[in-house]
């Protein structure tokens, strides 16, 4: 019997105009009738959008917060500010306000009300307007009529404005101008957050909603403009002219031909997603890559059928070495490790400049390249093995070798003194902050772990000899930044000098260095010496496996700790902990909800999940202890053999949480 999916209706949005431009795969996804057609099949699907399964399944459950993506809190949380700043940006000019997203009734009723506000209306402003063309349906952020005049603006919860923003204010646009609006006399602005707001403190708007309110008309800044690519100074960018006018994007020749016959296009959006089966291709087009943070890319890269076991997919990237780079390997049927050369993996500007002696060991491609000594010594030569480090990936995991520079590592373990303080910092940050005299997107601590090495010479992690543990934790004072400051300044002196290590410094010393310029300007105290000593000096337990000091094939790219710790100390597994906060973005999320809500009710649930929020916190920091053991036993002993430990060896991870 045929099926009858083709007949059914369908739901386009500007989301599967958007996805369409990442591929068709992506873009058939976008629709719910064939997400759930395609979860039935492949589980994977269900667990990569789990919010978007449990939502499909049953229309009518209230998901709870927890349950949200991130970029969704933060989405929702800029929707309900950018509705208060319009009102206030107008208050007092007479205009009727309506907010759609509060009616409860049909799309269509929605597009008859929203089409009846702009006729009869002289000013108003309109939130969530709805329209409908050619089975598209749109909802607008805000239409602003003035008299006969009009303004559209899109709201991003973001804080530049990006070519793909544009597209997406354009398809509207688009839409407008197909039902019969005269759209080339609409102001198009997108609506961003001002990456200079703060939430400044004033009399008697203590309440953090008070203070947001307060400081409102500063939240927001409106742009005619985009970027191709995030300018590092956006005020500096606009007052050079160097933006693009959002109108201009028609013209744009990636763009041209979608905007040039839209209708056509969008026949062939409709076409697309009323196929039958997931759409597959033999080979990557440019649009596969334009989007990489979907959420079902790696399904994609499965579907495509590119080989999960040493797969040209498991070399890390960089800005030369892409996934575009790596699809165009899959194209040339170059899918696995052994089949790429090794001057494949390097640019052509890196290998113009290798030491002629080197250059003939690449060309050969021979896999017992990181045992050849005239290649090793090349490596310790300046730091080379990092500009390398494909090279090193590739020929690791084909002959299944670990890699080493023993001598770099011996020199950086050198550097550690009798005392160390290992830290971690945990951090959130919001798109709307509800911290005083914190920036937009600013990264606020509001944790820290810390082991403490008494005697670098005579300590073991296992049974916790010479090894003290401190850590601090946000309670329930909201406003706890000097207080995280004050708390960790305190321990990282409390058994006196030693050296400060972090796992990748530059994200813990952007935060140190952060809080020493706001506080600059006051008397240089004891403690803002003792945080700048901390800022100078703190060493990097991550250059070991940055610099490829120290590779191995289990790293499959990687240097994060939650990679290299399970090399050493394979029973320190992230698993073992309260399923709530097992990654440092699910505790962001607990502190970012905690801090947006306003209710006892989750106060009390804030107090309920901080012990599974410090063992979380805690592991950070016993991992770095634990890899500092097993480098230093692999400094004093080369052969020393990194076995799976036994249960007895780890049975003390159990015990210390």
């Known amino acids: 019997m045929k099926s009858n999916f083709n007949n059914k209706k369908q739901s386009f949005t500007k989301y599967t105009f958007l996805n369409y431009l990442k591929g068709d795969f992506f873009a058939w996804l976008t629709d719910d009738n064939n997400y759930l057609k395609a979860v039935s099949k492949y589980e994977e699907l269900k667990q990569l959008s789990y919010y978007r399964y449990k939502k499909l399944k049953n229309k009518n459950l209230i998901i709870s917060q927890l349950d949200l993506p991130t970029t969704i809190i933060d989405g929702n949380d800029v929707s309900f500010w950018s509705k208060k700043y319009y009102i206030k940006k107008y208050q007092g000019q007479n205009f009727k306000i309506y907010d759609l997203s509060l009616e409860k009734t049909t799309f269509e009723n929605l597009v008859k009300k929203t089409a009846s506000i702009l006729k009869k209306e002289k000013k108003a402003i309109i939130f969530e307007g709805a329209f409908i063309y050619n089975d598209f349906k749109i909802r607008t952020d805000v239409i602003i009529k003035q008299n006969d005049k009009f303004k559209l603006c899109e709201v991003k919860a973001v804080t530049n404005c990006l070519d793909y923003h544009a597209l997406d204010i354009i398809f509207q646009t688009k839409i407008l ?51 191709k690519s995030k300018p590092k100074d956006l005020k500096m960018a606009l007052t050079k002219g160097k933006g693009f006018l959002i109108k201009e994007i028609v013209n744009d020749e990636k763009y041209y031909d979608i905007f040039a016959d839209f209708d056509d296009f969008l026949e062939k959006i409709k076409i697309n997603q009323r196929k039958e089966e997931l759409p597959k291709a033999d080979y990557f087009e440019d649009r596969n890559f334009s989007y990489l943070d979907s959420e079902y890319f790696p399904f994609f890269l499965k579907y495509m059928g590119v080989p999960n076991y040493k797969g040209v997919f498991l070399l890390g990237g960089d800005s030369w070495f892409t996934n575009k780079k790596k699809g165009q390997l899959f194209n040339q049927k170059t899918t696995r490790l052994e089949q790429i050369k090794n001057i494949d993996l390097i640019s052509p500007t890196l290998f113009k400049n290798i030491d002629s002696k080197i250059k003939p060991l690449l060309q050969n491609d021979n896999y017992a390249l990181l045992q050849n000594n005239d290649f090793i010594d090349f490596l310790k030569n300046n730091n080379n ?46 798109a709307i902050p509800r911290i005083k005299n914190i920036s ?57 000098e030693g050296s400060y290590v972090s796992y990748n410094k530059q994200f813990e010393k952007s935060i140190i260095l952060n809080y020493l310029n706001r506080i600059q300007k006051a008397e240089k105290s004891t403690d803002y010496i003792f945080l700048q000593k901390i800022w100078e000096e703190t060493l990097d337990m991550m250059d ?113 949480n």
């Open 177 to 227: 101008e197909k039902i019969g609006y005269k759209i080339k006399d609409w102001i198009l602005k997108l609506t961003i957050l001002n990456n200079d707001f703060k939430l400044y403190e004033s009399e008697n708007r203590q309440n953090i909603d008070q203070l947001i309110d307060f400081n409102l008309l500063n939240l927001f800044s409106e742009h005619s403009y985009y970027f």
């Open 544 to 656: 070991s496996f940055a610099n490829y000091w120290y590779y191995s094939p289990d790293f499959l790219g990687s240097y994060s700790i939650k990679v290299v710790g399970p090399h050493f100390v394979p029973d320190i597994n992230y698993k073992n902990l309260d399923k709530r906060v097992q990654k440092g973005d699910q505790s962001a999320k607990q502190a970012k909800i905690w801090l947006i809500e306003n209710s006892d009710i989750y106060d009390k649930k804030w107090l309920e999940i901080r012990k599974a929020m410090l063992e979380y916190c805690c592991y950070d920091t016993l991992l770095m202890v634990a890899i500092f053991q097993r480098l230093k036993q692999f400094v004093e002993n080369y052969e020393y053999n990194f076995e799976l430990l036994t249960r007895e060896e780890t049975s003390f991870i159990s015990e210390y």
């Open 385 to 430: 093995a990092k500009k390398f480090k494909r090279v090193i990936q590739k020929n690791a995991i084909i002959t299944n070798k670990n890699f080493n520079l023993l001598d770099k590592i011996k020199l950086h373990l050198n550097d550690y003194k009798k005392v160390i303080y290992m830290y971690d910092f945990e951090t959130i940050s919001q």
């Open 440 to 496: 937009t997107y600013e990264q606020v601590p509001y944790q820290y772990s810390i082991h403490i090495i008494l005697d670098r010479d005579d300590f073991d992690f296992k049974t916790m000899k010479n090894i003290i543990h401190l850590e601090w934790l946000a309670s329930d004072d909201k406003d706890f930044y000097e207080q995280f400051w004050t708390n960790f300044i305190k321990d990282m002196q409390k058994y006196g």
